[in-house]
């Protein structure tokens, strides 16, 4: 959200598993969707770079060529006043430990890691040096899971949860919240299997 007297471009550094997939990448904004298409990276950035220039509205995603899990989501030309939602879907194999228990781990460092050169990335043109990493913002996530499942709790050592009991002819639920500005720690989710359902 643009929350000041000028249109803004805003930018965002996360990283994800080395087995993730991006397969969806979209922008709500006024009632609209806009979906992002795979394109060559330098005709990305140019479109990019066009639109804003035009005044429109743009969007774009991006991997660093440095680092194959590290990726920046820009924001052009976002008005005073005015929200945008991104949506970024991706699929990743889920680690089983021994005892039947799954992971499920959300980076969500804003900081750039050791060996990424942010160069590689799209630049703001208003970039500031001194621009802090820190928000005001928390982190809020949703597991949902079928009610057949064969998951028997829910457990998150790394933030506050809270369960649900599942809704008549809806899923079983938890979410987990931390509240504060800092996103510096990774969310991680275990999900323990009941012993009746053997893992292949």
Known sequence: ENVGGDSIEAVYHFPLQENASVFHFEAYIDGKIVEGLVKEREQARNEYDDA?????????????????????????????????????????????????????????SKAIPNGIDVKTFHK??????????????GLHVDVNLDESSSIADIVSPSHPIKKEEAKEDAPASSSSHKSGGD?????????????????T
Not at 53 to 78: R, V
Not at 127 to 132: L, R, T, Y
């Open 124 to 137: 703001p043109k208003n970039e500031k040096d001194d621009s802090p990493y820190h928000v005001e913002y």
């Open 52 to 108: 804003i220039a035009s005044g429109h509205g743009a969007y774009l995603l991006e991997e660093s060529k440095d680092k194959p899990n590290m990726f920046q989501a820009s924001i052009g030309n976002l008005p005073p006043g005015k929200e945008v939602i991104i949506t970024i879907r991706y699929v990743i194999e889920l680690y089983i430990t021994s005892d039947k228990v799954i992971h499920f781990i959300l980076p969500t």
């Open 183 to 199: 996103l510096n720690n990774k969310a991680l989710v275990r999900l323990q299997t009941a012993p009746q359902y053997p893992l």
